[in-house]
């Protein structure tokens, strides 16, 4: 019987959204002058995850699909151990490279070549064997001219490729990408997927989200379809696909 890696039950999140958006400096410090005199700010409770149940076997890879706002990222960072769930349960048996697009875990006042000793070593790797891997995480990202910038000088997608390419050497089992490629340029974009292609044929446990629902197809057997927090359906990745675009573009249109 194939090991189950990744266990969800019953899962609850939610988020305490402010009635009065704060834009500036003088109004932050008047809500805070505010909660120090005792006075209540006023919020909304908006639930991004509700009930949600399902499971991943060992050397699985598994869509997650649906529209802006319907809980991907949330529930990617819960299995991350990023955010905590107010509600339910999650078993997740292996080691965790989340691989997302705000390059959770980098500093931006650091240096790439810090960085990646620090992610390293979050990742429970000896500090001889980042050294060792560093070239090859220098390569792959195409960073190595950038080694000794600081984080926060550098684009977005190269803040991408320095988190999937120290990600990849990292030796994880189990792989979170939560819209990772979408930044990368087409060189890149090639190289991840003969990348994934790797993981699946070492049974690596691999967890997408994407917008590409063609991305999904190549590299997903199973997805799941989430809509406002709730697991709209889960099963063969076409049926879930053609489900998901008729939601979006109606029968009508994706027969024309």
Not at 111 to 127: A, D, F, H
Request: charged share 25%; net charge positive.
């Amino acid at each position: 019987m194939t090991q189950t890696v990744v266990k969800i039950e019953n899962l609850w999140k939610k988020f305490r959204i402010p009635h009065e958006k704060k834009t500036t400096i003088f109004e932050n410090i008047a809500a805070t002058l505010q909660i120090l005199e005792g006075r209540r700010m006023s919020y909304e409770e908006f639930w991004a995850l509700k009930g949600i149940d399902f499971s991943i076997k060992y050397g699985e890879s598994i869509g997650i699909i649906g529209a802006n706002g319907s809980g991907k990222s949330t529930l990617l960072k819960i299995i991350a151990n990023i955010l905590r769930p107010d509600k339910g349960l999650v078993r997740v048996t292996g080691r965790i490279a989340p691989i997302l697009i705000l390059g959770v875990g980098f500093h931006p006042d650091l240096t790439v070549k810090e960085n990646i000793m620090i992610y390293g070593s979050i990742m429970g790797l000896k500090n001889n064997i980042i050294k060792k891997r560093m070239e090859n995480i220098l390569n792959f990202s195409g960073l190595e001219r950038f080694k000794d910038a600081k984080l926060k000088n550098l684009s977005s997608g190269m803040h991408m490729r320095l988190g999937f390419s120290t990600a990849i050497e990292t030796d994880p089992d189990i792989f979170l990408i939560d819209e990772a490629l979408a930044v990368g340029d087409m060189k890149f974009q090639e190289r991840c997927m003969a990348k994934f292609k790797e993981f699946q044929a070492e049974k690596k446990t691999i967890i997408l989200v994407s917008h590409s629902i063609n991305l999904i197809k190549e590299f997903c057997k199973k997805t799941v379809l989430l809509s406002e927090g709730k697991i709209e359906s889960y099963g063969e990745t076409n049926q879930i696909a053609d489900l998901y675009e008729k939601a979006i573009y109606g029968p009508n249109q994706l027969m024309n």
